[in-house]
């Protein structure tokens, strides 16, 4: 049973760069969300997505954007890259929102912007 | 806004020793409250979870309380080994509704002396 992966591992970007990290959630989940944790902070959520939609969304700029498949699994844009942007992307995936959703994070993406 | 606060921001402690980390959140509609363990460079790992309808919940050395009226949710580790030496975060999230995004703490350094 794979857990929750996530793709590239690492990736450098400059600024005003465009960036897309991806990342395909745990057999038999449906639910992924996207969280930015910023070195020695804790996961900031950004979005989460179910049933192909944004269902919620955090304190991120419209330069954050998203997208579920109808695999499940999901991608996290990143357009007009800042600085600031560099982090750990880190995508967590859950069973069905009605049910106990306990989240299980993939081992993230780690940005640097230059 | 939602927010959770954790203390202490770094821990040390005996091996064998008792290391408690302590929450607090302010949105009254959370019902969830997991613990992650995070390792140097590693995905958040889930160790235990609780719900709003229980007070106590254990597993092994490890075990979890809360007090909705006060909102106030803590972690203890007993018998520490230096294995458990990592940041644990807590967070506070809603399960069961429409969506369950998660709330993280700053997180606890824990260090277990050997």
């Known amino acids: 049973d794979a857990g929750v992966t996530q793709s590239p591992t690492h990736l450098i970007k400059t600024r005003g760069q465009q960036v897309t990290l991806r990342c395909s959630p745990k057999s038999g989940h449906d639910t992924v969300s996207w969280y930015q944790q910023a070195l020695g902070q804790g996961p900031q959520f950004i979005f989460q997505?179910?049933?192909?939609?944004?269902?919620q969304r955090g304190n991120f700029p419209d330069r954050f954007s998203g997208h579920q498949f109808p695999n499940y699994s999901s991608e996290l844009n990143v357009n007009a890259l800042l600085l600031g942007d560099s982090a750990l992307y880190l995508c967590?995936?859950?069973?069905?929102?009605?049910?106990?959703?306990?989240?299980?994070f993939g081992p993230g993406t780690r940005l640097l912007v230059l | 806004g939602e927010n959770v606060e954790q203390h202490p921001s770094t821990l040390s402690v005996q091996e064998g020793d008792s290391a408690v980390i302590k929450c607090t959140y302010s949105?009254?509609?959370?019902?969830?409250f997991p613990w992650y363990k995070q390792e140097l460079g590693k995905r958040p790992q889930l160790i235990i979870d609780?719900?709003?309808?229980?007070g106590e919940k254990k597993d092994q050395r490890i075990a979890v309380t809360l007090n909705k009226t006060a909102k106030h949710f803590s972690l203890h580790i007993t018998e520490t080994q230096p294995e458990d030496s990592a940041v644990y975060f807590c967070?506070?999230?809603?399960?069961?509704?429409?969506?369950?995004?998660?709330?993280f703490g700053t997180g606890t350094l824990l260090a277990v002396q050997p």
């Open positions: 949105d009254s509609a959370s019902n969830y």
């Open positions: 609780i719900r709003s309808n229980v």
């Open positions: 997505y179910y049933e192909e939609e944004e269902r």
């Open positions: 967590a995936s859950s069973s069905p929102v009605w049910s106990r959703g306990t989240q299980y």
């Open positions: 967070a506070a999230g809603t399960s069961g509704g429409a969506t369950n995004k998660l709330i």
